[in-house]
């Protein structure tokens, strides 16, 4: 098993920036076969969707929306990943989800992190 904790979220201005922070814990082993670590978001009203991923071996890959603006990165050592989030909008506003995946898909997911962007 595999638990994550998500930090950071909070009310920020439009133009603003945040960082969010999830540390994984848990099995070593489990941890050591965690292949890539995600974030998701979910607005009121909308369906869940990917922000951005970082494998194990370093890639990264984002949703057009926040491209040039968020930035995904992990500390294996401290079995942590970072969103950096510059430039926010008022449609970044939503619960932010860390998620881990040991198989194929997305197999644990934090409890999210409130992030609201106001103008």
């Known amino acids: 098993q595999v638990q994550l904790v998500e930090s950071g979220g909070g009310l920020v201005q439009a133009g603003g920036s945040l960082r969010l922070s999830c540390v994984a814990s848990g099995a070593s082993g489990t941890i050591f076969r965690i292949n890539a670590m995600g974030w998701y978001r979910q607005a009121p009203g909308k369906q869940r969707e990917l922000v951005a991923a970082v494998t194990s071996g370093g890639s990264t890959n984002y949703a057009d929306s926040v491209k040039g603006r968020f930035t995904i990165s992990r500390d294996n050592a401290k079995n942590t990943v970072y969103l950096q989030m510059n430039s926010l909008k008022l449609e970044d506003t939503a619960v932010y989800y860390c998620?881990?995946?040991?198989?194929?898909?997305?197999?644990?997911w934090g409890q999210g992190t409130q992030v609201t962007v106001s103008s």
């Open positions: 998620a881990a995946r040991v198989t194929h898909i997305y197999d644990y």
